[in-house]
C-alpha cells in the first residue's frame, strides 16, 4: 500500500476526478490524501476513501509538503492548469519543489498519473 495525493486546480478538478473513476479499483489500494476542494469532490463523486487536508491556499499544500519532507508522501499527482494564474503559486512552487528535492514520484498530467498508478506494487 503506498501513500498517495490527490490534488488539483480548480480549472482540473473534473479531469482529475474522471481520472480517478477511470481508475478507481488501483486506487482503493492505496492511502489517499487531497487538499480540501479536491478531496471533498473525490469523496462526494467516487468510492475512494480519502483523508481531506485543509485547501491548497489554506495550507494544504504546505501540509503535503511537510509530509513529503518528512518521507511519508512517496507519490504526488497533482493535475496543474497551465493557462490559469494561480493565486496561490507560492505555495504550489514550493510543493513541486519538494517533490522534486525529495526524488517524489510527481505526476501533473492523466497520462503520467496513469503510468505512475500503473507501476506500484498492488499490494
Known amino acids: 500500500m503506498t501513500t498517495i495525493a490527490l490534488v488539483a486546480h480548480d480549472q482540473k478538478k473534473d479531469a482529475l476526478v474522471a481520472w480517478a473513476k477511470t481508475h478507481e479499483a488501483a486506487l482503493q489500494r492505496h492511502t489517499l490524501y487531497a487538499t480540501g476542494t479536491t478531496g471533498g ?3 462526494a463523486e467516487t468510492n475512494l476513501t480519502i483523508t481531506a487536508l485543509k485547501s491548497g491556499p489554506l495550507g494544504g499544500d504546505a501540509q503535503l509538503g511537510a509530509m513529503i519532507a518528512e518521507g511519508k508522501l512517496p507519490v504526488l499527482i497533482f493535475f496543474i492548469d497551465p493557462l490559469s494564474a494561480m493565486p496561490h503559486d507560492v505555495d504550489v ?21 496513469a503510468a505512475v498508478i500503473a507501476s506500484l506494487p498492488a499490494t
Request: no cysteine; hydrophobic share 50%.
Open 93 to 113: 512552487k514550493s510543493l513541486i519543489r519538494l517533490a522534486i528535492l525529495y526524488d517524489t514520484l510527481l505526476a501533473v498530467n492523466e497520462e503520467t498519473a
Open 41 to 43: 469532490r473525490l469523496q
